[in-house]
């Protein structure tokens, strides 16, 4: 899983260089248009989002009952599905395929669902840039944890619980979810 991970980590460096995206909050709709991925938002139930692959047409479905931090993670995670995962939703016999953010999704159980998360982690709050970010940081703060991440999470334009666990996972605070 590791080298997943550092090959996600590069596809995303080699995303946000090819946009010239050196600072947050990353423009997921931006990244989506430039890949020629509509963004429909509408009332999607219990589901957070779809990607549809046509034809001649790549759609990534959103739930507008989401809020907007859960939104941008939704659509970073299906971006993250369409760069990844080509192979595995377009077939011979269908015109589309589509991939739902679910309870499975959420739960990471299955390995495309966690490198979809992981891409989605690292598109909205890339390595580079949270470390760039956290040295920014008023010494003050150091021990603070519960502002680091409010701070962060603003900055990134994400909610706090995916920066706690962004930030749990680069090891700059220690698991206490």
């Known amino acids: 899983m590791i080298k997943r991970a550092k090959k996600v980590e590069r596809l995303v460096e080699q995303l946000l260089e090819q946009y010239n995206i050196s600072s947050p909050p990353i423009d997921v709709f931006s990244i989506a248009k430039n890949k ?30 989401h809020s907007e931090t859960r939104k941008r993670f939704t659509i970073a995670h299906e971006i993250g599905h369409f760069i990844l995962h080509g192979d595995e939703t377009l077939h011979v016999d269908k ?17 495309g669902e966690i490198e979809a998360n992981t891409f989605a982690a690292e598109l909205l709050m890339p390595t580079s840039m949270v470390h760039q970010k956290i040295q920014e940081l008023p010494e003050v703060l150091d021990y603070e944890k519960d502002v680091i991440i409010s701070n962060m999470a603003k900055v990134f334009n994400v909610s706090q619980q995916a920066m706690t666990i962004r ?3 680069l090891g700059y605070i220690k698991d206490s979810i």
Request: a negative charge; glycine letters at 8%.
């Open 36 to 65: 020629d991925i509509d963004i429909i938002q509408g009332d999607l139930g219990d589901v957070s989002g779809i990607l549809l692959r046509e034809v001649s047409q790549v759609t990534i479905g959103v739930n507008q009952n």
């Open 95 to 111: 015109v589309f395929a589509i991939k739902l953010r679910n309870q499975v999704s959420s739960e990471a159980i299955d390995l």
């Open 167 to 169: 930030l749990i996972h």
